[in-house]
């Protein structure tokens, strides 16, 4: 008889042991067990799973790397998904919207404001030459990113022409590249306006974040109704409502025109680092709290659904 878990998370370097010990402390709670597929035993627990010797209800997906189908927790991702269990988030939903050139027309298509870009194949940059139109709409210096690429792999902040689609092919191989106009947020009371909002089954928070520093903070109530950030939630649910993910960050600015502009679309698997580790760099400690007794909270409803 196979062993039964409630929730499995993968884990590698996304998340500390804040996140995972709130993680372990809301299954106690919920009565759900829960295992941690760390490095040290993805691979028998990927064998044990082909075998029919374990299964888990849901997955939450906190480390794969979608741009690589040989890795193992892709794999496992795909496994689980073939086996019935119910993955947060799926790879039929994930991959699409992590895929920022696919996912960038369907944004416009839905009125979302999103940076003027131009989708360029990996095929074509050799011989690729930015129209005049195109150079106006990019101004100068405007950035490149990967398609598939996170964490800053292969973005080029300082890009001036074609040539520069060289330097994000060299750290990040792709099948896409995205230049994008570089926009220069507003300040609020001297704090840039540029924000990370979190999407977690339903709910969603929304920080302060500074993309030079990776300063988190939370904003709080007083500021959303003094600066009249409301549309930052708008935003982020009408994201959701396109993508169908459960579980994202996005990251958002506002102009000193007052538009808001979603700079990077959807990120799954969200860096949930605490700042209890780091202070100075990662997200607070009542967020992180917060999202854990949600996912936990999420994952519970999609085991009744299933009864």
Same mark, same amino acid.
């Given at each position: 008889m196979a062993r039964i878990y409630d929730l499995v998370m993968t884990h590698k370097l996304d998340a500390d042991d804040f996140f995972i010990h709130r993680v372990q402390q809301h299954c106690a709670e919920a009565g759900l067990n829960f295992f941690l597929i760390e490095p040290l035993w993805v691979e028998a627990f990927l064998e044990r799973f082909q075998r029919g010797k374990i299964w888990a209800r849901v997955l939450l997906n906190m480390h794969s790397e979608h741009h690589q189908p040989e890795d193992i927790y892709h794999r496992l991702v795909c496994l689980a998904t073939a086996r019935d269990t119910q993955v947060i988030d799926p790879p039929e939903v994930a991959l699409p919207v992590f895929d920022k050139a696919r996912l960038h027309s369907q944004l416009v298509a839905a009125g979302v404001t999103v940076p003027e870009t131009v989708v360029v194949p990996r095929a074509e940059i050799s011989t690729f030459q930015l129209s005049e139109p195109q150079r106006a709409a990019l101004g100068s210096p405007f950035v490149i990113k990967p398609a598939m690429g996170y964490g800053r792999r292969g973005v080029v902040l300082d890009a001036t022409g074609e040539? =520069? /689609? $060289?330097? +994000?092919? $060299? +750290?990040? %191989? =792709? #099948?896409?590249? /995205? %230049?994008?106009?570089?926009? #220069? %947020?507003? /300040?609020l009371h001297d704090e840039a306006a540029y924000f990370r909002a979190y999407f977690v089954f339903g709910s969603v928070w929304c920080c302060w974040w500074n993309c030079f520093t990776d300063r988190y903070r939370l904003l709080t109530a007083k500021e959303r109704e003094q600066f009249s950030l409301a549309p930052l939630e708008e935003i982020t649910r009408q994201i959701t409502s396109l993508t169908g993910m459960k579980f994202f960050s996005s990251e958002i600015t506002q102009l000193e025109s007052g538009e808001f502009v979603v700079i990077d679309y959807v990120n799954d698997q969200c860096h949930l680092l605490s700042q209890s580790s780091n202070p100075q760099m990662e997200v607070p400690d009542e967020l992180v709290a917060a999202i854990a007794r949600r996912l936990v909270g999420g994952a519970r409803e999609l085991i009744a659904a299933r009864k």
């Open positions: 040539t =520069d /689609l $060289a330097r +994000s092919v $060299a +750290s990040w %191989p =792709d #099948t896409h590249y /995205l %230049p994008q106009r570089r926009f #220069t %947020p507003r /300040l």
